[in-house]
């Protein structure tokens, strides 16, 4: 969110802190192709309470523009408005609050939902990621924006 270093966590541990190659404020959506929200408890949970985050997440919505969140991350989706009607799974913990926002929540490694405006792949928990990346791979591969 502020130019310099993004620190990282592990659960709830501090990590790394890496350089900001970017700031919110300046991310332009319009360069992107598509986006990938990485989980966590702690990052998404402090992405979802900022403005910014939220109009960036919902501007790849808007533009139909593939989407990928993992873990923890469908909260910023949630936040955005941009779960209803679709099929989605993410970290167990989340599924009430996604059956709360008008989503079909469902307990699978890796979930490619193409309902709505555009498509949205999402998985559970770490152990899913050799699924998460390959689907996310397949399928933005095939998409045109």
């Known amino acids: 969110m502020e130019p310099g ?22 991310a332009d959506p319009d360069r992107f192709d598509a986006l990938v929200l990485p989980g966590g408890v702690a990052n998404p949970d402090f992405l979802r309470m900022q403005p910014e985050a939220v109009r960036f997440a919902k501007s790849f919505f808007a533009a139909r523009k593939p989407v ?27 599924r009430t ?6 989503a079909d929540w469902v307990d ?12 949205l792949i999402t998985s559970r928990k770490p152990q899913d990621l050799p699924a998460f990346n390959d689907a996310v791979i397949e399928h933005f591969a095939r998409v045109r924006v």
């Open 5 to 26: 270093e993004a620190q990282l966590f592990d659960h709830l541990d501090r990590g790394r802190k890496v350089p900001v190659d970017v700031v919110l404020s300046d």
């Open 68 to 94: 990928a969140a993992i873990c923890h991350a469908p909260w910023l989706l949630i936040e955005a408005d941009e779960v209803r009607s679709r099929t989605l799974t993410s970290w167990p913990s989340l």
């Open 97 to 102: 609050d996604l059956k709360n926002a008008g």
């Open 108 to 119: 699978q490694q890796v979930v490619v939902c193409e309902n709505g405006p555009n498509l």
